[in-house]
Structures are given as C-alpha cells and as structure tokens.
C-alpha cells in the first residue's frame, strides 16, 4: 500500500514492515490489539465451548434467532479476537466493503499500487474475495490461523477467481509487512450467501473501509452494515464514490448528516469522483490518494495503529455484553419451548395413568361384555363350581365345566387392553393437540410420526395383561391356599381364583351395575374365607401394585416417544442460559 511520490517515507516495495520492526525512533513492534492474557484467553475458551456446544430445535421459537446470534458470535470469537488474544504481533487488516459496483475492486487496486484484483460490475470475484498482503505476511492467512474453516488459494500477481466461498491470496511486494487488504463481496449482492460472506470477512477485521455509491448510498442493506460498526464501535472509515460534478455538495452534505444521524458522525469520510480515468484495474490519476493516504498513516504510525486496532477490540469484546445475553435470550425461549412441550407429554401420559387406575378399581370394566359374561357365569354356577372342586375325579366329570370361566376371563383381558390402549391413544391425542400450539412443534409431531400410537401397543398391552395375571395366579399360590384349605378340597383351581380376585380388584360391587345376587357375592365370601381378611388385602395390594407397574410402563414407552423426539430436536436448557450469562459476567472481570 503506497503513498504519493510527495511522501516517500511510506512509498514503495522497499518500506519497512512497521507491524514487524522498530520504528525509526527505536519504538516497539506493533503489539496488536491485545497483549496476550492468559486468564481472557481462558475466559473466552470457555465462552466459545459454552456456545459451541448450543443447539436450537429446528422450527421451534428462537431457533432462526439463536442459530444467527450463534454464528455470529462464534465466528468473531475464532476468526478475530482469539487469533489477537493468542498472538499479539498480528497483521493489521483492513476489509473494504461496500455495494455493488461501488468500484472497491478498483480501490483497492489501486492502495496497493498494482493489480490485484479484477474488476467489474460482474467481476466472478464477487464470491471469491481477494486479500492482498506482504509474501512475508501469507502464512498469517494460512488456514491455521485466519479463518480455519474457509477454503484459500494462492496467487502471485493477479489474484483470478477462486471457487465460491474460497479465499484468494495474493501476495504483493507492495503491500507493507504487517498491513493487509481484503476485497469483499458485496454486501447487498442479489445472492444472500454473499451477505454472509461479506459480513464473515467485517467480522475478521481491524479497519473497515466502507465503499457506496451516490446512488445506492441510501439503500437499507448499507445501513445494515454502518450500524453493526456503529454498535460494536469499529474502526470505520467511509467512502462515497461514483460522485458527479453536478450536485456533488448536496450530495455529500446528505451522506453526512445520514452519518450523523446514524451515529457514525466519528467516522472518516472520503469522496470519489464519478470518473472514466481507469486502467489495469486502477485510477490513473490521483483519485484515491486521500484515502491511500489515510491508510498508509495507520500503517505506518505504531500510535495510530494500535489506537484503530484496540478500538476495534475493545468495541467487539463490549458488544458480546448484549451479543451474549440476547443469544442467552433465545437460548431461554428455545428452553421454554421444550418445559411446554415436555410438560405436555407429562401431563397426558401422567393423566392417562391415573384414568387407567381409576377404571381398574371403580367398577366401570364390569360393564358391556364383560357384565355379560359376569351374569353368565354367576346364573350357571360354573365359577363357584371351579372353585369347589372336591375330588380330581370329579374334576373330570362331564363335560368342560370352565368354558363360561374362560370367556369371562378373555372378556376381562380384553376390557382392561382395551383400556390402556385408549388411555394412550386419548394421551397421545392431547399431546399432539398441545404441541399445535407452538410454533414448529406440529411440524416436530409429525417428523417423527407421533400421532395416534404404534401398531404393536396392543399386542404388548395383551402382553402385559397376560403377565399381570400369571402374577395374580402366583400371588394366590404362594399365599398358602393349599395348606389351608387341604382339610376342606383335595383340589383347587388357582385360575379360577385369579379371576375372582381379579374381578374384585377391578371394583366388584363398588359399581351400579354389578350383579348383586347372592351367587355372585358368595365367591367373594368365599376368598375371604379361604384367604382371610388380612392375607386378601395383601394379595389384593401386590396385585394392584403389579398391575399399575406394567400399565405405567407401557404408557412411558409412549411417553418416551415424545420425549425421544424432543431430544433429537436438540433443545438447550435453562442452565445453558445461566451458564451464558456467567461467562459473560467472567468476560467483564477478567477485562
């Protein structure tokens, strides 16, 4: 980057490296932004892991904000301030940006002395920008410790095009050691990935020169990028180019109180004329020699160096104090999201297990097919008969004597599957229907496909239904029944006493509709009698215990379905929040 022949100081490939030697009073190296600090580089470590680590449920509110703030955030912590924390003898970079067709190309050409960089309206380095530094500073900008994740290529001379999203290098001899000069995309480009692009490479920088046109000076995506310098209090110096003769003063006077207005009033200001004297890529008369100037004073004097670098250090470092707390915000409203979601899979499963506890002891199973059956087999006498079988002979007699028993027992199989299976479906229901109110959550229902419930619920419930009963057939015969009972039967059938204790636990007599005739009382004494009042509680408590156990678990293998979906979703927490705040906290003390 050269001066005019009037300054011969600062001219030429032969200058020295200010940012790398002593100046001529013997002064120190250029230190860049920020001595190394072990304890801010700790802080910061530790304030990227926190946001490294963030994760925003797609669709969900706060996710397009907080995955925004997280980017943004993330990426001038690695791309700007721990580079200049770790290493404080840094080259000194200075981004032009600016609007399409505002000639940076040609400017920036023309501060380094040389082409560099092609040009032109549709110049394919739109999406390729160049950087333009000393061959001694390349390795700077090597992936290692300039940006590490965007993909470089490096050219002597003439920088050509890259691929999109690849940085070119070009080394030139007349760019002094220690100074840098990026040409950007453009940041109102009619490709949005070039927003980003551009706003990667602000971020990066120490110094921005921002290129508009008189045309497009006033366009809101200009302004855009004025206030984030404003807010983060850059080292800022403006360029109006493209000007012509006719009304130039009104039209700076205009830019300038747009300026004041925005609260860039402190920054530089410089005008190009609306002129044709451009060859090889550069003005070919004086036209950017202010701004040349300008540069090649912050260059070269260590003072104003280091005074535009910290200003821009210390501005990013004060923006992550409401950077970081508004990230923490959606960070809050992603973690509210998934406490309304998640208490919604709570709630209707937990309310679903109470329905089917309710329904197992209230009597409202012993209606419809089962009361059929129930009345059946009290009318036939077959139950009191199974239960009263004095003699194996007699056990045999006949004809099958349990075939009313066992269509009882089926229906009560079937009555209490049937149960859970619409305790979950109803739960389910409830939670899908919670879930629509909240923004994206119906989109995450039907993602991972949890309306209604699985195909196999019936079966496990048959399953587990089946396994209740062995149980309760268990309970009876490990009670002692036989013992107590060996004076009175030579056999006993323990599956007809399951099913009687079965149907009491389901709430036998507590209902208006269960049979209140003496043969279908007399089982029930009988239990008592076989059994005794104490040892009938107990084995009554234990098989209720059981069966709440295995209907509780197939209605978490539900719930677990939401709560599955909801962790693939990659909701944060309150505590992430909390954890945001307090590395912002520890950023201020150790500042």
């Known amino acids: 980057m050269t001066r005019p022949p009037a300054v011969p100081e600062a001219t030429g490939p032969g200058r020295s490296a200010p940012g790398r030697s002593a100046d001529a009073r013997g002064g120190p190296k250029h230190r860049g932004p920020v001595a190394s600090d072990a304890q801010l580089e700790k802080v910061l470590e530790t304030l990227r892991v926190r946001i490294q680590d963030l994760g925003f449920a797609e669709g969900l509110p706060g996710a397009d904000e907080g995955r925004t703030a997280r980017s943004d955030v993330l990426a001038q912590l690695d791309d700007y301030v721990l580079p200049r924390v770790r290493k404080a003898d840094t080259p000194l970079l200075i981004a032009v940006a600016g609007s399409t067709g505002a000639g940076k190309s040609t400017l920036v050409n023309s501060l380094v002395g040389e082409q560099v960089t092609t040009t032109g309206v549709r110049r394919p380095t739109t999406n390729s920008p160049v950087l333009a530094c000393n061959p001694a500073d390349v390795g700077w900008f090597s992936e290692a410790s300039f940006l ?45 990935a070039h927003h980003e692009f551009a706003a990667k490479f602000l971020d990066a920088a120490d110094l921005w020169v921002f290129v508009t046109t008189s045309r497009r000076y006033a366009d809101a995506r200009v302004w855009e990028f004025l206030q984030v310098a404003r807010d983060r209090d850059t080292s800022l110096a403006v360029v109006l180019s493209r000007v012509p003769r006719r009304g130039r003063d009104q039209l700076v006077d205009h830019f300038g109180a747009m300026l004041e207005a925005n609260g860039l009033g402190h920054a530089t200001r410089f005008t190009i004329p609306e002129t044709d004297q451009v060859a090889g890529g ?15 004073d912050v260059a070269g004097d260590l003072v104003q160096r280091d005074t535009v670098s910290r200003r821009t250090f210390a501005g990013v470092l004060n923006s992550f104090r409401t950077r970081v707390p508004e990230l923490a915000k959606q960070v809050e409203v992603q973690a509210e999201a998934g406490r309304v979601l998640g208490a919604a899979v709570d709630s209707a499963h937990s309310a679903a297990l109470a329905e089917i506890d309710e ?8 209606r419809g097919n089962v009361l059929a059956r129930w009345q059946d087999v009290a009318a036939s006498g077959e139950l009191v008969r199974s239960l009263r079988v004095r003699t194996r002979r007699r056990a045999k007699a006949g004809t099958d004597p349990a075939s009313r028993v066992h269509a009882l027992d089926q229906a009560v199989r079937d009555g209490v599957e049937a149960l859970v299976v619409s305790s979950a479906e109803r739960a389910a229901e409830e939670v899908v229907e919670r879930w629509g109110a909240v923004p994206g959550a119906e989109a995450l229902a039907e993602r991972h496909e949890l309306a209604g419930v699985p195909e196999d619920l019936p079966r496990r419930a048959r399953t587990a239904i089946a396994a209740w009963r062995r149980t309760v057939v268990d309970l009876i015969a490990s009670d002692g029944v036989a013992k107590r ?10 599956e007809a006493f399951a099913l009687v204790l079965i149907i009491g636990l389901l ?20 239990l008592k009698a076989l059994f005794g009042s104490e040892s009938l509680r107990n ?5 209720r215990e059981d069966l709440r156990a295995r209907t509780g678990e197939l209605l978490q293998e539900e ?13 944060p927490d309150e505590d992430d929040a909390v954890q945001l705040y307090q590395a912002t906290y520890n950023l201020e003390i150790a500042r």
């Not at 920088?159 to 220690?178: H, I, N, Y």
């Not at 329904?359 to 012993?366: D, F, I, P, V």
């Not at 009972?485 to 323990?494: H, I, L, M, P, Q």
């Open 507 to 526: 709430g036998f007599g507590t209902s208006d509709v269960a049979v209140s005739q003496g043969t279908s009382a007399a089982p029930q004494r009988l």
């Open 148 to 192: 590490p994740t965007l993909p470089r290529v490096r050219q002597q001379g003439l920088a050509m095009p890259g691929k999109d999203g690849m940085l070119v290098l070009a080394a030139s001899e007349c760019m002094p050691e220690g100074v840098a000069l990026l040409d950007t995309p453009d940041v109102d480009s009619a490709v949005a």
């Open 282 to 296: 550069r003005f070919t008369a004086n036209t950017a020699d202010p701004v040349r100037d300008y540069l090649a």
């Open 359 to 366: 329904a197992t002891r209230n009597g409202s199973l012993l």
């Open 559 to 571: 719930r677990q379905r939401f709560t599955d979906a909801l962790a693939a979703a990659h909701l």
């Open 485 to 494: 009972s060996v004076a009175r039967f030579v056999t006993y059938d323990e």
């Open 539 to 543: 084995i009554g408590a234990r098989a």
